[in-house]
């Protein structure tokens, strides 16, 4: 069974620097971890995404260069830094897991939130 509980979420200044992370239990090879975010009465979305296995990653366009995800399979941990920070990026931050097969992610943190201050 996988578990994730995410942590490192607060309140930042607008152009401030933030890093989540993701403690994991049960990840096995072939799976993929996922960062997703959720702004207020918004539909959540995929931030980045790495594969537990190999160096591939993913970023929305809107983080790209700004946010870099990456784990430490030895700690069973996922991070995801965050820099240059907007307003637009706040939102309740979510990990979440997936298999290669499975289209979509099965198992999810509970949240933590992100505020950005202008």
């Known amino acids: 069974q996988v578990q994730l509980v995410e942590s490192g979420g607060g309140l930042v200044q607008a152009g401030g620097s933030l890093k989540l992370s993701c403690a994991a239990s049960?990840?096995?090879?072939?799976?993929?971890v996922g960062w997703f975010r959720q702004p207020p009465g918004k539909e959540r979305e995929l931030v980045a995404s790495?594969?537990?296995?190999?160096?591939?990653?993913y970023y929305r366009t809107s983080v790209k260069g700004r946010f870099t995800i990456y784990r430490d399979n030895a700690k069973n941990t996922i991070g995801l830094q965050m820099n240059s920070l907007k307003p637009e990026d706040a939102a309740v931050y979510y990990c979440a897991a997936r298999r290669l097969t499975d289209n979509e992610y099965q198992y999810w943190g509970q949240g933590t939130q992100v505020t950005v201050s202008t």
């Open positions: 049960g990840l096995t090879v072939g799976m993929y």
């Open positions: 790495i594969s537990w296995s190999d160096p591939s990653t």
